[in-house]
Structures are given as structure tokens and as C-alpha cells.
């Protein structure tokens, strides 16, 4: 890492464990090993270093899931979710792996956690990361599998909560991607079956 991606990793780490009202620029830059001064050379303040942390973790997820040729968002081509099964099974793994094992995103989503009470930035970005933007996006590819006749007609707003809110309650459970993964599986396979048109 270069001094400023150090400066946010460090920031990163000391933010999702104390929360981001706690930590002040001095305390991030004795963890970097630098002068808070030297600190000020890369970020003019506190703020912007949290606003760097949300760049590059939102960089590093898009380079992740484009490069595993997986869509980032609802307005990329959502059909990789189309083919149901098996196929179906094995991309949403692909999707939801990424947030557990990824170190700058476990630990970016630990700091909104902690910090979405106390600071509103972190609580808007945590409701719209890791509420409505993944209910968006499933709720595109529920509509694509019911036009496509692969899953039974029905509202896919409805489908996409009730999907995402056991992958949600997994996520907030602080597992490992090992533990976690069996317990994905079996909602995915469950999900699939109840609406699944089997034709």
C-alpha cells in the first residue's frame, strides 16, 4: 500500500472497531506511523478520510463482481440469473461470498454497523448498501425469472425481501463465509423449490 491507501486502511480498521466518532485524524495517523501533519498532506480531514474509505470499497466491489462476471448493480446485464437451478444456485453463492470473505468489506460493513446510529452519513450508507440496494437488484432478477417463466408469477418486490432477509440475518450474524455458505445454500435450494414453475 502507498501512504493514503494506508492512511484509509488503518482508518478502516480503527472506525469499525471504535466507531467513527471515537477516532480523531491523530489517532489514525500514529496507527499509520506518520506525523498528523504528514496526514494532512493526503486528506484535509476526518470526513474525507471515511470518504475514501467508501471509494475504494465501493472500487474493490465492482472490480470483484465484474471480474467473476457478475452484474454490480441493477442496471448492468442482470441475465447470469436467468437460468435457474443449479446455474441459479451457484452465481448467488458467487454474489454473497464476496461479502464475507473480502477484508475491506467485512470490515467496511462492520464500521456502518457500529457507526449507523451515531453518525448519519454511515447510517444512510448502510441502509442503502445493505437494505434497499440489494433488494433492488433482486428484485430486477425475480422479475426476469418470472418473464421468463422460470418462477411462478407473483410481486418480486415481495420475493426480493423475503429472499434477502435471510441472507441479511446472516450477514448481521458476524460468520465466516465456511459457516455461512451451507446455510445460503439451503435457503437458495429452499427459495428455488417453493417458486420454481418446474415446467
Known sequence: MDTKEKIVWEALKLFS???????????IAATVG????????HFPNKRAIFDGIVD?????AEEYYHSHGLPF??????????????????TVLEVFRFFFEDPWNT???????????DDSRSGEL????????????QEKIFTGLMERGIFRTGDPRVLAEQFYGGVFLLLSAGESWEEVRPKITAQVRQFIGDHKTYK
Open 17 to 27: 472497531t471504535r466507531g467513527y466518532g471515537a477516532v480523531s485524524v491523530r489517532d
Open 34 to 41: 506518520i506525523r498528523e501533519s504528514s496526514l494532512y498532506n
Open 56 to 60: 475504494i470499497c465501493w472500487a474493490k
Open 73 to 90: 448493480s441493477s442496471k448492468d446485464d442482470l441475465s447470469v440469473f436467468q437460468g435457474g437451478g443449479q446455474e441459479l444456485e451457484e
Open 107 to 117: 470490515r467496511f460493513r462492520r464500521l456502518l454497523t457500529v457507526c449507523q446510529f
Open 126 to 137: 448502510y441502509r442503502r448498501l445493505y437494505c434497499q440496494y440489494p433488494v433492488e437488484v
